[in-house]
């Protein structure tokens, strides 16, 4: 059960990479609403989600055992950190490289950017499977709901950003990456404190692509949808927690 059901859902959040360019999804995504509640979703996911699991995280890593963490303090916080700044700075540089690059150039970009969306992508596929090993089905599918709109938006831009490249390679690359993090989960156990790090690093990565790419701008924004997409998502998360 633990194999086929958490494949099935790695399948599901790849194949939104590998069927991203068909038109009836790309112009789906182009819709105000869509976005204002997949940005609803992701904040309610940060704030609700995110931001509390970092403090149990945290105490998972100060009963570590590891010696070097106890010369750290905040050490989730401090991963958390470290991977919203490596991502913020990664998307800055993207942005300001691809004015007037050569060809050359642009392709290196490209890979460098996506690149590293296929790590990020990875380390959402093995989380998928310590979801389930938790024990909490409910919470499983609430962070596959969570990824799978983040997904939707990241396809979407990072198609805005390099078209035909991404098209042809990058899609391709992100759908694998997930389904390798699952394979990784499956066949390897790591100790508690190294998933720790690697969720708080993620945590920083997730927060600066929601706050960048799924809170709408003022002219795509759609208030109901995006308070429609908060509140239900809240209140699945409140009601999965008692």
């Known amino acids: 059960m633990n194999l086929w059901l958490t494949l099935s859902l790695a399948l ?14 790309s112009s789906m995504m182009s819709k105000s609403w ?23 995280h945290e105490a998972v890593l100060k009963r570590s055992s ?25 998307q800055r540089f993207v942005r300001g490289s691809r004015k007037g690059s050569p060809n050359y150039r642009e392709a290196r970009i490209f890979w460098i950017h996506t690149g590293s969306f296929a790590v990020y992508n990875g380390l959402i596929g093995y989380l998928l499977v310590d979801r389930f090993q938790s024990g909490d089905l409910m919470n ?6 969570a990824m799978g709109m983040h997904f939707l938006v990241n ?60 809170l709408p701008h003022q002219k795509q924004s759609s208030v109901w949808a995006f308070f429609l997409g908060a509140l239900v998502y809240t209140v699945l998360l409140f009601v999965s927690n008692r």
Do not use: Q
């Open 140 to 145: 499983l599918l609430l962070y596959f709901a």
């Open 155 to 214: 396809d979407h831009a990072l198609h805005e950003h390099h078209r035909d490249k991404y098209n042809k390679y990058g899609r391709w690359l992100l759908a694998l990456s997930v389904l390798i993090g699952w394979g990784c989960g499956i066949a390897f156990d790591i100790p508690d404190y190294a998933l720790s790090l690697l969720f708080a690093f993620l945590s920083g990565a997730i927060l600066v692509n929601v706050m960048k790419e799924e």
């Open 34 to 56: 869509v976005l204002s509640l997949s940005g609803g979703i992701a904040v309610s996911y940060v704030f609700i989600h995110i931001l509390p699991e970092l403090s149990h």
């Open 12 to 25: 599901v959040l790849a194949l939104i990479h590998i069927l991203g360019k068909i038109r009836l999804v």
């Open 66 to 90: 590891v010696h070097w963490l106890e010369f750290v303090e905040k050490d989730a916080y401090l991963a958390g950190m470290t991977g919203l700044v490596l991502y913020y700075g990664l």
